[in-house]
Nanobody
Framework: QVQLVESGGGLVQAGGSLRLSCTAS????????MGWFRQAPGKEREFVAA????????YFADSVKGRFTISRDNNKNTLYLQMNSLKPEDTAVYYC???????????????????WGQGTQVTVSS
């Protein structure tokens, strides 16, 4: 059973930065991609970013392009989300997820992922 554990969330002022981490364990097969989603109070969970495990291709939601970067360290089995120029509307619980899909179009949707972490809270104050 794959386990994903997020960390790095917290409270930050608007314009500030945070780096989220997601460490994976228990893998028994190759991963094709990992992603970040977020869910704000009263809203549905939405796609934030994803990265393919081969080729390093990255994918971003329009709302975070130019502000967030996604990266991963295969040796550490860790996924990162660097969030800069944070806005109050970035406030949400952030989840990392692992995908075994070979179709990049799936990375934008929850259905494209097989395992999920418990989430870490990010709060951006104005």
């Amino acid at each position: 059973q794959v386990q994903l554990v997020e960390s790095g969330g917290g409270l930050v002022q608007a314009g500030g930065s945070l780096r989220l981490s997601c460490t994976a364990s228990g893998r028994t097969r190759s991963t094709y991609a990992m992603g970040w989603f977020r869910q704000a109070p009263g809203k549905e969970r939405e796609f934030v970013a994803a990265i393919s495990w081969i080729g390093f291709r990255t994918y971003f939601a329009d709302s975070v392009k130019g502000r967030f970067t996604i990266s991963r360290d295969n040796n550490k089995n860790t996924l990162y989300l660097q969030m800069n120029s944070l806005k109050p509307e970035d406030t949400a619980v952030y989840y990392c997820a692992e995908s075994y899909s070979t179709y990049a179009s799936n990375y934008y949707f929850e259905r494209g992922y097989d395992y999920w972490g418990q989430g870490t809270q990010v709060t951006v104050s104005s």
